[in-house]
């Protein structure tokens, strides 16, 4: 099975940027779509941004777009989630989650393999 473990969460200011990674074990990691969903206390869990196996097609939800870039690196086994000019709203733990195919959706249903979440914190 795909083990998922996210890093590089923290404090940032308003306007701020950070890099998440999710490493991804297992030998099947080429064959998974792979999105990062996000969840505030209080909130249900929001799709953020999923990229296809081979890293030719990429998805955001509209409040991202144009500030998150999803991408991948295959060979290392690696998920990133480019973040920039951030948000107080952004603030949230955020997960990197594994479909069990090679296409995405914006469900969390679709998805087999999470990580335990890293947290984002902007303040304002």
């Known amino acids: 099975q795909v083990q998922l473990v996210e890093s590089g969460g923290g404090l940032v200011q308003t306007g701020g940027s950070l890099r998440l990674s999710c490493a991804a074990s297992?030998?099947?990691?080429?064959?998974?779509?792979m999105a990062w969903f996000r969840q505030a206390p209080g909130k249900e869990r929001e799709f953020v941004a999923a990229?296809?196996?081979?890293?030719?097609?990429?998805d955001y939800t509209d409040s991202v777009k144009g500030r998150f870039t999803i991408s991948r690196d295959n060979a290392k086994n690696t998920v990133y989630l480019q973040m920039n000019s951030l948000k107080p709203e952004d603030t949230a733990l955020y997960y990197c989650?594994?479909?069990?195919?090679?296409?995405?959706?914006?469900?969390?249903?679709?998805?087999?393999?999470w990580g335990q979440g890293t947290q984002v914190t902007v303040s304002s």
């Open positions: 297992g030998r099947l990691f080429s064959r998974n779509g």
């Open positions: 989650a594994a479909a069990s195919t090679g296409w995405v959706t914006q469900g969390q249903y679709s998805y087999s393999y």
């Open positions: 990229i296809t196996a081979s890293g030719s097609s990429t």
